[in-house]
Every structure is written in structure tokens, then in C-alpha cells.
């Protein structure tokens, strides 16, 4: 039996890949805002080309079942106010973290090898501001916490 203590809602970044032109812009202005240069190594949010009309995103859903948290065995990743956050004082670069991720939300930067995780820039999202077409944009749905 489950139980539902609250309704709480979830912040989410919704990709229409119809919109998508493949610009890339989410990725360089990721990179610029969190790391002061430029990359898509070192992007929270990837897009990909599968083929001519289809694109792929990835960046961290905040899914429910939140399997990279547990699959840390250093305990380093944890849950807070919607983020996973990370303990670089306790992660040891091991990526269970990345490999555990089934939507491929998580990479290692290239450099530190610190796990990278989308945090919504604090909930106004640069990636979405910036995206040309609009491609990108914040949702907000019903989550039930058990």
C-alpha cells in the first residue's frame, strides 16, 4: 500500500525536437553559465541528431526513482529541493553515477571528472532563455512524494 503525504511540483525541462534547429545554443550557453567557457563536454544539456528530422535531448529529468543517487558508492550524490547534488569532497570519479542514469542525464567533466548534473540554473533555466526557436521550455508537473 502506498501512501501520499503531499503533492509537490516537479521542475522539468520539456524538448520539443520539432522546433529543435540543431543550433546547439542550449549547450554553449550551458557551458558559459556554469563554467565560464565554452563546450558541449562540459554542458549539462546534450542534443544529439539521430537523423536529418530527428533530434535527442539529454539533460537530468529528475526522475522519481532517482537512480544514480543510490548507485553512488561513495554516498557523494543526494536529493535536495528538487537537485541532485553532488559532494566533490566525497565522489571519487568512479561514474556508477553516469552508467546507473537510464535517460543519460549525467557525464564527467572532461577536466575535474565531476559528475555534471543539470540544476536548472537556480530555476531560471539559461538553456530555455536561450534557445532560438523555442525548443526548450520549464514545465512544471504534479509530483506525489511517498
Request: charged share 25%; aromatic share 8%; with cysteine.
Amino acid at each position: 500500500m502506498t501512501v501520499v503525504m503531499a503533492l509537490e511540483k516537479k521542475p522539468l525541462i520539456r524538448f520539443d525536437m520539432n522546433k529543435c534547429a540543431f543550433c546547439k545554443i542550449c549547450e554553449l550557453s550551458c557551458a558559459e553559465q556554469h563554467y565560464g567557457s565554452y563546450g558541449e563536454a562540459i554542458s549539462r544539456i546534450t542534443v544529439i541528431r539521430k537523423n536529418f528530422t530527428l533530434f535527442k535531448c539529454f539533460i537530468c529529468t529528475r526522475c522519481d526513482k532517482r537512480f544514480c543517487v543510490p548507485a553512488c558508492p561513495k554516498n557523494a550524490l543526494s536529493y535536495r529541493h528538487g537537485d541532485i547534488v553532488v559532494d566533490e569532497r566525497l565522489c571519487d570519479s568512479c561514474g556508477d553515477c553516469v552508467k546507473a542514469c537510464p535517460f543519460h542525464g549525467i557525464k564527467l567533466h572532461p577536466k575535474t571528472k565531476m559528475p555534471i548534473i543539470c540544476d536548472l540554473c537556480d530555476g531560471d533555466p539559461r538553456c530555455v532563455k536561450e534557445c532560438p526557436k523555442q525548443a526548450l521550455s520549464l514545465i512544471w508537473l504534479q509530483q506525489t512524494r511517498k
